[in-house]
């Protein structure tokens, strides 16, 4: 299992997809902890305080994390299948233990590249909030999980970015939508995306932690099917 | 022990049949052959007691072990695919050395090298797969498969696409990993390469196992006619019509000449007989040559 994971790291760290992605993360990290230390008075004076330099973060993963995360582990696992260099794999290690580094691997990328997105802030806050940042890898990982999910039932990898793609654009517009909307399907939709769960938490501190729960189930679906498939 | 057991083993695709019901039984320590046409259903069935795709029905048991227990033996079993792709990014060396990592293996930077040499991979070993022939790749395919020194090693074509050198030495290989104690199951379309190489012969058809034995088995059961190829010392015209008259009970077809003769008779019992016809007639026998059919006539007969 974390043969797979670390190779699937390892390759995420590799590609230049990722290395854009992490740029640009990292860019928008430090240039809005930048633009925030020109506004610090009157955020501070709004009570936002040392979270205003998070917010920069927060901000583009809740509105680009879907597209992020799609655009590199859309064919985390529909790939290899596609090349058939799954058969390797599964003649090697079991089918659980494939699922499950594919999504570690691709969990430890995000968390080590978050990471570092927070810590570059540092310079800017002063301070390094864990909470901030379990917050934020939770977030991220419920989209590496649907991704896998995705990834796992969808067996072109051509398909899986196209519907990952839609997936990545209606996903923040519902989620934000059914915060403030009476439409019982918008609202019924909402309760799936972690947006309702990240609003409520100005309220509720430990709503965002319930959206670890749907990774897990993406992981367990994913696993129940992967098992089933013909490779 | 049985290597493999299957028992009624079906793969169906919709209404298509792919496997039907097949009930193979292959002993340990030998090298199994698999002949069919394309679309037989050879590489589907490997596919299955690899768990690489699920049975429709029937079951099976590899290294004794029913198919839910298939994951807990991974590490003694090898297996070539029979369309091998890999990481373009990789070379030879990292490939082997993560699919070792796979099984648990902790090999030597020195044995991984030593297994690409085996298949003659010695010049590539850093270069990435993205710059490999399709041969190189066969090549390698076979030596993810062995890396481990499995128990039971599955090659799916292992020589197609592979120039004849390799050719030669990827029997002489196969042959020395069988030595070892390796039961090999070969699927070929090759068939003079399962011939040369195998114990034991199954040839499935539509689906099905059509036959199943070894070679010696097989040319006896679809040994119609026995031709005996005779060279002997010159005959006169008056000994050639004896000799024919001799043998008219005996033989389905005679055709003496001067220095030679063919006869064809319905059983090997009458070979002697045909030796002492000519012993008795005091004809002196340089060579006598019994015909046996190829794999390659077992095959056209079972069409």
């Known amino acids: 299992m974390f043969t797979v994971a670390f190779r699937e790291f390892k390759s995420l760290f590799t590609s230049i997809r990722s290395g ?142 196209f519907l990952g793609i839609i997936i990545s654009v209606a996903l923040p517009v519902l989620g934000l939508w059914s915060t403030g909307t009476d439409n019982l399907f918008v609202k019924a939709i909402g309760y799936i995306t972690p947006y309702f769960y990240y609003i409520q938490e100005e309220t509720h501190s430990y709503y965002a932690y319930f959206v670890v729960l749907f990774p897990v189930l993406f992981i367990v679906l994913s696993l129940f099917i992967f098992r089933k498939r013909d490779l | 022990m049985e290597a493999l057991q299957t028992h009624q083993l079906t793969k169906t695709y919709g209404k298509k049949i792919v496997v039907d019901s097949v009930d193979l039984h292959i002993p340990e320590g030998t090298i199994f052959g698999f002949l069919g046409k394309n679309g037989a259903g050879k590489s589907t069935f490997i596919n299955m007691v690899t768990g690489l795709i699920k049975p429709s029905s029937g079951s099976f048991e590899v290294l004794g072990q029913p198919e839910k227990r298939l994951e807990s033996i991974q590490k003694e079993i090898g297996v070539l695919p029979d369309y091998s792709t890999f990481y373009d990014d990789l070379t030879a060396y990292h490939h082997l050395n993560y699919f070792q990592k796979l099984v648990k293996q902790s090999l030597s930077k020195q044995d991984i090298i030593h297994v690409l040499t085996q298949v003659g991979l010695e010049d590539a070993v850093h270069v990435k797969v993205k710059k490999y022939s399709f041969g190189m790749k066969k090549k390698l395919g076979i030596a993810q498969s062995i890396i481990h020194q499995p128990k039971l090693l599955f090659l799916d074509e292992p020589t197609s696409g ?23 199951l070969l699927t070929s379309h090759n068939l003079n390469e399962v011939e040369k190489l195998c114990d034991e012969i199954a040839i499935m058809n539509k689906g099905s196992i059509q036959t199943q034995g070894t070679m010696k088995q097989l040319r006896e059961q679809y040994q119609q006619d026995i031709v005996i190829h005779i060279h002997h010392r010159s005959l006169s015209e008056k000994e ?64």
């Open chain 1, 20 to 161: 854009l992605i992490i740029a640009v993360l990292f860019g928008v990290t430090v240039g809005a902890a930048r633009l925030v230390r020109q506004f610090e008075a009157p955020l501070q004076d709004l009570g936002l305080g040392q979270d205003a330099y998070v917010m920069g973060l927060m901000l583009l993963l809740i509105l680009a994390a879907p597209l992020f995360v799609t655009s590199l582990s859309h064919n985390i696992v529909n790939k290899e299948m596609d090349t058939r260099t799954i058969r390797f794999l599964a003649t090697k290690t079991s089918r659980n233990h494939i699922i499950l580094g594919k999504f570690i691997g691709s969990f430890l990328f995000w968390a080590v590249c978050l990471t570092v997105a927070l810590l570059l802030i540092i310079p800017f806050s002063k301070s390094f909030s864990i909470l901030n940042l379990i917050q934020a890898i939770i977030f991220v990982s419920y989209f590496i999980g649907l991704t896998l999910f995705l990834s796992t039932v969808i067996p072109k990898p051509s398909l899986s970015m």
């Open chain 2, 162 to 184: 592979v120039d004849a050198n390799a050719v030669l030495n990827i029997h002489a290989l196969i042959k020395e990993i069988a030595a070892q104690g390796t039961t090999i």
């Open chain 2, 240 to 303: 050639q019509v004896h000799l024919q008259t001799s043998f008219t009970e005996l033989v389905e077809k005679i055709q003496i000449e001067e220095t030679s003769s063919e006869i064809i008779v319905a059983s090997k019992e009458y070979i002697p007989h045909v030796n002492k016809q000519f012993v008795r007639q005091d004809i002196d026998v340089f060579r006598l040559e019994v015909e046996e059919p190829s794999l390659e006539e077992i095959f056209l007969n079972l069409e």
